[in-house]
């Protein structure tokens, strides 16, 4: 998996912390707070992804996908207030709910070890990331980014969110890497999409909120793992303790 590779880029939500459900209960809360029709049941998680991916060339997905839910929600608030609101939710959780996935610490300074340079490329937007940077306990005592990450990419780095390949363009391009060179460490299907958009090795963590895209997943992604002991166990027997 590892022969001949130079760099690990890893997704963020969803594949090294366990902050999908916390943003869906972001966006419950949000929706209750802003609908003047009745809160449906919705699968919000794929919902908020299908958006995503469909506005995924807009200059700002995450306010289009704001705007979506006035519109599907009938709120009165403008779709800029609606993204800030949603932001001011997410703080709290931000702060002191999101941890690393069990492990993923330990795969972190294992790879680190061993000489990869570690980058993170995600759709999370700066103000999360200064969260987990600055505040949040559970990342900065287990893991630093700043310790392990050499690079970063958020959402503001890019025009275009994944499925596009520009994040991962720019990270080969900032460390003069080709492709066959790098691999991508993700758990979702726009993530893989990207991943095999840029001609990059995908592996995939398992996350649940991902199973609706399960057989997709799977079938786009070289490398599949139910969570990191086992990927550890794996780099392991691969490049030796």
């Known amino acids: ?29 949000l929706i209750k707070e802003i609908k003047t029709i009745e809160f449906d049941n919705v699968n919000i998680s794929k919902q908020r992804d299908e958006k995503l991916k469909e506005y995924s060339n807009c200059k700002d997905a995450y306010l289009e996908y704001c705007g979506f839910l006035k519109e599907k929600y009938k709120s009165k608030i403008s779709k800029e207030d609606i993204k800030k609101r949603r932001y001011e939710i997410a ?56 310790d392990i990450f050499s690079l970063i990419y958020s959402k503001e780095s890019v025009e275009k969110l994944k499925p596009n ?11 003069k890497l080709k492709p066959e ?20 090795d995908v592996a995939v963590i398992y996350d649940k909120y991902s199973d609706n895209d399960r057989a997709s997943i799977n079938k786009l992604s070289k490398y599949q793992f139910k969570n990191f002991y086992e990927m550890l166990d794996y780099l392991k027997k691969e490049l030796g303790n």
Do not use: R
């Not at 880029?9 to 999908?20: P, Q």
């Not at 390949?165 to 460390?175: A, M, R, T, V």
């Open 1 to 29: 998996m590892l022969e001949n590779k130079k760099a690990i880029i890893f997704d963020l939500d969803g594949t090294l912390i366990d902050s999908v459900g916390v943003w869906n209960k972001v966006d419950e809360k």
């Open 181 to 200: 060179e790098c691999l991508i460490v993700e758990d979702s299907l726009i993530g893989v999409e990207a991943a095999n958009n840029a001609n990059i």
């Open 91 to 146: 703080d709290k959780y931000l702060k002191e709910e999101i941890d690393y996935k069990p492990n993923a610490e330990n795969v972190l300074k294992y790879l680190k070890e061993k000489g990869f340079i570690l980058v993170i490329a995600s759709t999370t937007n700066d103000h999360a990331i200064e969260n987990y940077k600055k505040y949040n306990k559970n990342i900065i005592n287990k893991a630093n980014f700043e």
């Open 165 to 175: 390949p520009e994040i991962h363009y720019k990270i080969l391009e900032n460390l």
